[in-house]
């Protein structure tokens, strides 16, 4: 979670509404009713709501320039069929494990906006039940 939290700050200045949220990893049993599943850790999250009037090549621009300079490398990837490119970055934390971390507005194109950082502990569960 130390190494998430920072991520935080990418938030724009003057951003309003700002809302954080942090989740850290817990242990989570395997689910009887499914087989594929195993019992390990949860994801570590650490994420931010906020507004702003800014544009998106605004908003991407800024919490790049901090993310970047935090060790941080930006590749946007697209989450699902027919969804545009989402600013998206990686960096490989202390322990070995990829930290992700996004920003979009929610829904797009608002003035509401979503930025999260995760990370799949080692021992990372499949959850399913």
Partial sequence: MRELQPALAAVPAFSTGLVTNTLDSAWSG?????????????????????????SKGQVTSSVDSVLTRSGWTRHDQSFGPD??????WTK??????????????????????????????????????
């Fill in 92 to 129: 490989r934390l202390a322990d070995g494990v990829l930290g992700e971390a996004a920003v979009y507005a929610v829904p797009a194109g608002s003035t509401s906006w979503f930025l999260t950082a995760t990370a799949r502990p080692p021992g990372f569960a499949l959850p399913g039940c």
């Fill in 30 to 54: 395997k689910c009887p009713d499914n087989p594929s599943g195993r019992a390990g850790w949860g994801e570590v999250v650490a994420d931010a709501s906020f507004k702003t009037s800014l």
């Fill in 83 to 88: 969804q545009g490119p989402v600013a998206h």
